[in-house]
């Protein structure tokens, strides 16, 4: 005969083991998935450092300055799984630190917390396309970013792999040309936008460490193409820093969390069902 209490371990072990492999399970269906997307506090800035050129209406041309960017996000409303994000852009001259107005934006994204789509119904101004890179950012993913310039979503693609200040990062490029912005409001004359485009991107987190761009709108003159103004941009010192960190540490959770916890716990509940059937179960035959 079997003693009792070897049957009633045998029985705590396999159920024990069971609820360890389903929670195993449902994490990796419900519970990460639940928890993977953008946080309802989020709030970052940005720093940039640059150049413009811009056409001088007196000389005929292009008087390029330095500049300085700041770009604030922070979300202010959840619902039905999006996320509101007023974000103001501010470009101020670097030497003389005067704000310039002309070049600053204000406006509230809605986006899906989770894929980051623009939600263009509730958007507004109906943007369409992604806020941020696709997760995970892999060297066969691309993915539409919504651009300011463009006024349209500009499709990211896969350059090459490189290590960045520690990090191993993917680098898309986004390059568009004779992109119509309308009319010269003195001239009449159409105006066209071109853009390249570089972001360093953390593949796990789609974390983008450090970003590069140089944009050019042009006005057509009797089939000439001439550029009326020139922005060369990317982030300064203290964000790629900034995001460096952010990318690391996100990285190292979504590794616990995605990758390790879950199968964890299905293994360790797979061994104590093994040792019930194969330990225990002989000490019952034996018995």
Known sequence: MVPK???????????????????????????????????????????????????NQQTQQLDT??????????????????????????????????VLPQYGDETIHTIDRRTLEYMANLDERGRTGNFGPVRPCTEDATFDLWNAGANEPLTASFSHAEEFRGLKVNVFEIEAAEIPRGKHPQTGADLFFAINLKLWIEPSTGAVVNQMSTSTTSMDMMENSVPVQISKIQYADTTVETMVDFAGTSRNQLMWFRDILPWVLIGVGGVLVLLDVLVIGRRKASA
């Open 65 to 98: 300055f330095p500049v300085e960017q700041k770009l604030t996000q922070e979300a202010v409303e959840t619902l039905n799984g999006a996320i509101r994000i007023h974000e103001v852009r501010t470009i101020s001259h670097a030497q003389s630190g005067d």
């Open 5 to 55: 209490g070897n049957k009633g371990k045998g029985f705590i072990v396999s159920v024990f083991g069971l609820l360890l492999a389903v929670l195993g399970v449902i994490w990796i269906v419900v519970i990460f998935p639940s928890l993977d997307k953008m946080p309802g506090d989020y709030a970052r800035t940005f720093h940039f450092v640059g150049e413009f050129s811009a056409m």
